[in-house]
Nanobody, 127 residues
Framework: QVHLVESGGGSVQAGGSLRLSCAASEYHRPDYCMGWFRQAPGKEREGVAT????????QYGDAVKGRFTVSRDNARNTLILQMNNLSPEDSAMYYC????????????????????WGQGTQVTVSS
């Protein structure tokens, strides 16, 4: 069982930046795919960014490419999402997710791929 806790959400004006963090309980295992997802009211959960912890390979959703960056802080067992040039369309609950990909190394932006989820952190962007 992997325990994930997100933090760093809040309110910001359009054009601003936020940095989300996800603390993971089993970060010492390298063959994990970890990702950020978001869900706005009335919409489906969508993939924002993922990273393979072993290879550092990253994937981004089309809506955030060039603005968001996913990274990891191995010393603190933490996944980071740096969000720049935010717009009101980025307002949503943001979730951290993880999956053991030992043997495959694959990663995905598809939410059902992930069995472990955090509780989420709210991001609100005003115009």
């Amino acid at each position: 069982q992997v325990h994930l806790v997100e933090s760093g959400g809040g309110s910001v004006q359009a054009g601003g930046s936020l940095r989300l963090s996800c603390a993971a309980s089993e970060y010492h295992r390298p063959d994990y795919c970890m990702g950020w997802f978001r869900q706005a009211p009335g919409k489906e959960r969508e993939g924002v960014a993922t990273i393979n912890i072993l290879s550092s390979y990253t994937q981004y959703g089309d809506a955030v490419k060039g603005r968001f960056t996913v990274s990891r802080d191995n010393a603190r067992n933490t996944l980071i999402l740096q969000m720049n040039n935010l717009s009101p369309e980025d307002s949503a609950m943001y979730y951290c997710a993880a999956r053991d990909v030992s043997g495959s190394g694959s990663c995905s932006l598809y939410p059902p791929f992930f069995p472990y989820w955090g509780q989420g952190t709210q991001v609100t962007v005003s115009s």
